[in-house]
Nanobody, 114 residues
Framework: VQLVESGGGLVQPGGSLRLSCAAS????????MGWFRRAPGDQRELVAT???????SYAASVKGRFTISRDSAKNTLYLQMKDLKPDDTAVYYC?????????WGQGTQVTVSS
């Protein structure tokens, strides 16, 4: 299993970022995928999912601001984030859903601050 997240950074409130997750074919092609995040001191939270048919779901806190997508030809998962808020600050991870692999990538840090 390979999960490599990228695209994070420091952004001002109201800004945008696009996260990417390069996944091994074994996990990407066989499962629905999701983006998770963990803020300091908090538990990991599922923020968005997409199944193999392209059906999506979002946590209430990000609905209307985040868009999840997948490119099956590239085994890559994306998370387009707009109108970012300080509460979105966290390390973002990708993994299979509803039962994540025991392997987690290193994540990508998103910091929203002025």
């Amino acid at each position: 299993v390979q999960l490599v997240e990228s695209g994070g950074g420091l952004v001002q409130p109201g800004g945008s970022l696009r996260l990417s997750c390069a996944a091994s074919g074994s996990i990407f092609s066989g499962y629905a995928m999701g983006w998770f995040r963990r803020a300091p001191g908090d538990q990991r939270e599922l923020v968005a999912t997409i199944n193999r048919n392209g059906d999506t779901s979002y946590a209430a806190s990000v609905k209307g601001r985040f868009t999840i997508s997948r490119d099956s030809a590239k085994n890559t998962l994306y998370l387009q984030m707009k109108d970012l808020k300080p509460d979105d600050t966290a390390v973002y991870y990708c993994n299979a859903v509803p039962k994540p692999s025991s392997y987690w990538g290193q994540g990508t840090q998103v910091t929203v601050s002025s």
